[in-house]
Each structure stands twice: as structure tokens, then as C-alpha cells.
């Protein structure tokens, strides 16, 4: 299935919340090893390998790595997420200006997802384990950069519904809004929607789309558990991206009538 997300070049975040653990920087880069020692170019002839890698922040309790194919990972006490940027590098050209290229592999918001998915759970595997941690929110982020004229049209009637006020004659604006989709006995559902239009034209729109699903039940840290709970969270995110993409919710006479 296509979303809204794929056709616009969405790209994602995952993160999970984590009961509190202070393993310091060079514990949590010690247990990363096994991870690292992936993350290296194969060279010919013997020569020493090139790593893959930057890490791009080391504080006391906190841990940045950059992986040149665009996806950021970040750890700290209780917080871990895995992010996708794309990258791109400067290649010189005989007697020319430089070139800029993409290193990161250019795909789709879905599938892009599904690796973060499943880079975050080895990230998780891997903590330092002095004691068993266990993991109570998971967070889905959607970040698009747009013009206007290519929102999707439920996104499209939610700006023009907040902007009606002024007769849609709006320049820039940031909308906030957070709010519960659902609550049962296992999980709480919320989502933080950010959207956000500079007075520069010649910025696009930027759409922030944060799902967030706090567990009832603690979720250790093994990879079955991780897979399930991440894996329903990620089919709730999509789901409901896609219903704000066609925007019935935004709809004057539905919201009346409710």
C-alpha cells in the first residue's frame, strides 16, 4: 500500500521511552561494538577498512552515531531513537565546480520505516544490561517538506479551517495541536501534529506528524516483544497519517455534527 507519506518523500523517526539507566558514554559505545564492526567499507589488498560512521555527539551519558547511509542513532538514560536524514557529499570535478551527491539511499517513507523498526530494536538489543530495562512508550515521527500547493488535501482543509478567520489571507503560521486518539486498558494513544509555513516563500511547508502510544504494561527489552509492540504501534501510525491525509476529521459538517 501507497501512503501519503511515500508519494510526498516523508521521513521518519522511531523512538522508544525507557525506564532510566545512567550506563555512561563509553559502556553504551562498548556494547554498540558488535554493531560497529559492520559499519565498515571493504577494502582491497589488506588495507584497513574505512568506517561507515561518525560519532557525531559523546556526552556523559549520551551517546550520537551517524551511519553514512542517513540514518541517525541517539541513546541516552531513557531515551533511544533511530532517525533518517539524507546525506550528501561534495565530489570534485577536473577543473569544474564541485558536484553533490546522495550518499543515502533514496526510498520510500514505508519502507524507510520498517528499517528504522528494525534498527532500533538491534539498537535496544544491544544496551548495556546491568540490570533488565524495559521500554513504556514507542514514538512514530512523520517529517514532510511541501509546498502548499502539494499537501494532501486533508491536511489542506486543516489549514484553511484554522485559517479561515482572516479569509485564508495567512503568510506563515505554526500550528501545535496534541491530542488522545484512543485509550484502553493496554495502550494510550496521542499524537502531536506540527505544522509550520515561514514568510519566506521560498520555504517549503513543513509537516510534523509525532505518534505516540504509552504501553500500560512495561514491554521488556527482548526481541519478540520489542518486534509486536512495534510492529502495532507502526500499522496505528500509518493508519492514522492516512486519515488525516484524506481529512474527513477536518470536515465542517462532520465536526458539527459531532
Not at 577536473?94 to 550518499?103: H, M, N, Q
Not at 546491568?130 to 486533508?154: K, N, Y
Amino acid at each position: 500500500m501507497t501512503t501519503w507519506c511515500d508519494k510526498l518523500a516523508s521521513t521518519p523517526t522511531i523512538g522508544f521511552l525507557m525506564d532510566t539507566h545512567f550506563a555512561p558514554a563509553e559502556a553504551i559505545l562498548g556494547s554498540m561494538a558488535p554493531l560497529l564492526d559492520t559499519w565498515h567499507k571493504t577494502e582491497q589488498w589488506n588495507l584497513p577498512s574505512k568506517p561507515e560512521f561518525q560519532v557525531s555527539a559523546l556526552e556523559a551519558f549520551k551517546v550520537d552515531l551517524q551511519h553514512d547511509d542517513g540514518f541517525l542513532y541517539s541513546v541516552d538514560q531513557n531515551r533511544l531513537s533511530v532517525q533518517f536524514q539524507h546525506r550528501m557529499k561534495y565530489r570534485h570535478t577536473s577543473g569544474g565546480l564541485p558536484v553533490a551527491e546522495l550518499i543515502s539511499k533514496a526510498m520510500v517513507y514505508s519502507d524507510l520505516l520498517q528499517q528504522a523498526s528494525d534498527k532500533i530494536t538491534e539498537f535496544a538489543l544491544l544496551l548495556p544490561k546491568e540490570r533488565q530495562r524495559s521500554l513504556m512508550r514507542i514514538g512514530i515521527v512523520s517529517t514532510t517538506f511541501v509546498s502548499l500547493d502539494d499537501v494532501p488535501p486533508g491536511i489542506r482543509r486543516f489549514i484553511d479551517y484554522v485559517s479561515k478567520p482572516w479569509a485564508g489571507e495567512v503568510q506563515s503560521y505554526q500550528f501545535q495541536i496534541t491530542s488522545t486518539l484512543e485509550e484502553n486498558e493496554q495502550v494510550r494513544d496521542r499524537c502531536l501534529h506540527t505544522i509550520t509555513r515561514s514568510d519566506d516563500n521560498e520555504q517549503l511547508l513543513t509537516i510534523m506528524l509525532d505518534y505516540q502510544r504509552y504501553l500500560a504494561k512495561k514491554v521488556p527489552l527482548e526481541r519478540n516483544a520489542i518486534q509486536r509492540a512495534v510492529s502495532s504501534c507502526r500499522e496505528a501510525a500509518l493508519a492514522y497519517f492516512e486519515e488525516l491525509a484524506v481529512g474527513d476529521r477536518f470536515d465542517e459538517q462532520l465536526i458539527d455534527a459531532n
